[in-house]
C-alpha cells in the first residue's frame, strides 16, 4: 500500500500562512490524495482532495508536485480553529483510507 | 443536513463483557464504515458497508468483533468478549457512494473504556 510521510508537528502564528507537506513516493496513478483534519475531541474532517491539479476551496488550498510524490496542504491565515491534527491520505480504487499518525498544528495567538 | 450520529458517546466496561456501539449515517448515504482509533493513533478502518452488503473487513478482528447494517441504513458495532486494548474510539463515517474521490463524513465517536 501506497503510504505517506508527515511531520509529527508544526507550529504556526495566528493569522499567517501555514505550509503542511506530505511525502508520498510510492503514490500509484490512480491514487486520489485526501486531507482530513481532526479536532480534539472530534471525528475527522475533511478538508480537500485531489488526483493531479492543484485544488482550491473555502478551508485550503492543495498543491501537488508535478511527479505527483509530493503535496502541501495549504491553510492561507492560520486561525486558533485551525489547531488540529492534519492527516495526508492516499486512496486508491478499493477505497481504503488509510490514515498516518498525522501532524499535529499548534496556533500561537 | 443532520451529521453521522452515534450512540453512546461513552461507554465503561470490564474486560469479557459485552458491548454495542450504534451508527446512524446521513440520510442517502449508502456507504458506511466502522474505524478504531487507539489514543495518540490515527483512524484504522475496521468495516466498510455499501449499503448492507460488506465490501472489506480485512482488519475486523472477527472473533471477538462483529457489525451490521441491516435494511442498509443504521449500522451497529458489537464486540464480545471485550479485551482490555480494545479501548478507544470507534468513529462512524458515511458517504454518498463508494470511490476513492468521495468525501467521508464523519461522527463524534463513542470512547470505550475497558477495565
Known amino acids: 500500500d501506497a503510504k505517506t510521510t508527515q511531520p509529527n508537528s508544526m507550529e504556526s502564528n495566528e493569522e499567517e500562512p501555514v505550509h503542511l507537506p506530505c511525502n508520498h513516493s510510492?503514490?500509484?496513478?490512480?491514487?486520489?490524495i485526501h486531507w482530513y483534519r481532526q479536532l480534539p475531541s472530534q471525528g475527522p474532517e475533511y478538508v480537500i482532495h485531489g488526483l493531479t491539479s492543484n485544488v482550491n476551496n473555502r478551508m485550503a488550498s492543495l498543491a501537488i508536485a508535478e511527479d505527483r510524490k509530493s503535496s502541501t496542504l495549504i491553510l492561507h491565515r492560520a486561525t486558533l480553529r485551525d489547531a488540529a491534527v492534519y492527516y495526508c491520505i492516499l486512496r486508491d480504487v478499493r477505497n481504503d483510507m488509510r490514515f498516518g499518525a498525522g501532524t499535529r498544528l499548534t496556533v500561537k495567538p | 443536513e443532520a451529521g453521522v450520529a452515534q450512540s453512546p458517546r461513552y461507554k465503561i466496561i470490564e474486560k469479557r463483557q459485552s458491548v454495542a456501539f450504534w451508527c446512524n449515517p446521513i440520510s442517502g448515504h449508502a456507504t458506511l464504515y466502522w474505524y478504531q482509533q487507539i489514543l495518540g493513533q490515527g483512524p484504522k478502518l475496521l468495516i466498510q458497508?455499501?449499503?448492507?452488503?460488506?465490501?472489506?473487513d480485512s482488519q475486523l478482528p472477527k472473533d471477538r468483533f462483529s457489525a451490521e447494517r441491516l435494511k442498509g441504513v443504521d449500522s451497529t458495532l458489537k464486540i464480545q468478549p471485550a479485551k482490555l486494548e480494545d479501548s478507544a474510539v470507534y468513529l462512524c463515517?458515511?458517504?454518498?457512494?463508494?470511490?476513492?474521490?468521495?468525501?467521508?463524513?464523519f461522527g463524534p465517536g463513542t470512547r470505550l473504556t475497558v477495565l
Open positions: 458497508f455499501q449499503n448492507n452488503g460488506v465490501v472489506d
Open positions: 463515517a458515511s458517504s454518498l457512494m463508494g470511490g476513492p474521490s468521495n468525501e467521508q463524513f
Open positions: 510510492t503514490i500509484s496513478g490512480t491514487d486520489y
